[in-house]
């Protein structure tokens, strides 16, 4: 089992930038991928950003704004989010997977944490 903790979240005006971080823990061992999703009231979950081994891949929404990036000693995931827009508003989540990224199998999730983009 892998568990996952994402802690950062909070208010930040349209503009801003804000970081959020993804602990993993227990049987971290071939974890090959791992992603930010975000779901905002009323809409489905969507993916942000994966990244593998080999790939990055940053949905349209996030291109040029957000960067996904992995500190491998602390086994943390990050999400850097710059230019915050009030649509990004939403619950964010990390997940990860066994398998490479291009699969999109994530079976775990984190129980996400909150980002509001207010004025």
């Known amino acids: 089992q892998v568990q996952l903790v994402e802690s950062g979240g909070g208010s930040v005006q349209p503009g801003g930038s804000h970081r959020l971080s993804c602990t993993a823990s227990?049987?971290?061992?071939?974890?090959?991928?791992m992603g930010w999703f975000r779901q905002a009231p009323g809409k489905e979950r969507e993916e942000i950003a994966v990244i593998d081994a080999d790939t990055t891949t940053y949905q349209d929404s996030a291109k040029g704004r957000f960067t996904i990036f992995k500190d491998y000693h602390k086994e943390t995931l990050l999400l850097q989010m710059n230019n915050l827009k009030v649509e990004d508003t939403a619950m964010y989540y990390c997940?990860?997977?066994?398998?490479?990224?291009?699969?999109?199998?994530?079976?775990?999730w984190g129980q996400g944490t909150q980002v509001t983009v207010f004025s």
């Open positions: 227990g049987n971290t061992d071939g974890s090959y991928c």
């Open positions: 997940a990860a997977s066994r398998d490479y990224c291009w699969t999109r199998q994530f079976g775990y």
